[in-house]
């Protein structure tokens, strides 16, 4: 997203599921999130070790990037994806000042507790993740 600080494996997930999810139709991008959710849970149960942390932490952004790709296209009611999370372009100052919050606040999330336990949490393993919630299938079907 542009007038963020690059957080190492968090930023390249992020970028790498934008750039994927680029021009796809809604079924498209809504079965690949479905893949990351399932794949960050099988990643978070298999690998539970501290070096494998980055791989757990990459999962799990990846599959939050899917589901605001997900809350984007829902909201804007976009039938293909635009390729940005941000419709509107902001004024460079804005952006600067945008760049210097996000610094900031990466600096000080440690004193956050809940959203420090809802990253554990999320790396962990503790719970399944669940940034999305999916239509029913009997939604669209007649039975």
Not at 63 to 72: G, Q, S, V
Not at 107 to 125: K, P, Y
């Amino acid at each position: 997203m542009p007038g963020r600080v690059d957080d190492g494996p968090v930023q390249a997930a992020e970028n790498e599921a934008l750039a994927i999810a680029d021009g796809l139709p809604r079924a498209e991008v809504e079965r690949r999130a479905r893949q990351a959710f399932q794949s960050a849970n099988d990643i978070r149960a298999r690998y539970r070790g501290l070096p494998d942390a980055g791989k757990r932490t990459a999962a799990v952004s990846r599959a939050r990037t899917w589901a605001e790709i997900l809350h984007h296209m829902d909201a804007t009611e976009e039938t293909e994806f635009c390729g940005c999370l941000d419709d509107d372009a902001l004024p460079l100052v804005v952006q600067v000042v945008w760049a210097v919050w996000d610094f900031l606040a990466m600096l000080t999330s440690w004193l956050n507790v809940v959203a420090v336990i809802r990253a554990f949490q999320d790396v962990a393993g503790s719970e399944p993740i669940t940034f999305y919630h999916w239509p029913d299938a009997s939604d669209g079907e007649d039975t």
